[in-house]
């Protein structure tokens, strides 16, 4: 998949908006590709709103974080990828497989099962659940 390679220039922005969300899918040293699903965009958006409502940052800092981001999209440093009918297929086949054992929920599954089935390199987040539940497939993490 030559076309999913990007070389991600605004890593800058990148790492500060990963800051402020706690968990993002974004490239580690050794990884070689960007994507973020579709709902993934949902989830900075929201994670915005609830630092602000948590008072972690400011509704200004928050504004200018989601700027970035959406900058970032626009410039091609995401690339989003829609939830296919393979991704939820695999998603809820890991939920059998998982969720009696790890206590995994949907949009970890969700995160892990894209991944899987887009053949991404590696998963950064740092998101516990969602780790446990790459560690247990033996999936790179940041």
Known sequence: MAGDQLSVASQGRVARIFD???HLTTPAPNCRRLLQITFGELEVVNAMGLRVFRREVSPAQ?????SEFEKDLRDGVF??????DPI???AQQLSRQTAGKLGTRTADLLHVAAALELGVDCIYSFDLHQRK???????KLN
């Not at 928050?62 to 989601?66: P, T």
């Not at 690339?79 to 296919?84: A, D, E, S, W």
């Not at 539940?133 to 999936?139: E, I, K, P, W």
């Open 79 to 84: 690339q989003l990828r829609g939830l296919t």
């Open 133 to 139: 539940l790459a560690q247990t497939l033996r999936l």
């Open 20 to 22: 402020l969300t706690g």
């Open 88 to 90: 939820l297929e695999r």
């Open 62 to 66: 928050a504004e200018s974080a989601l």
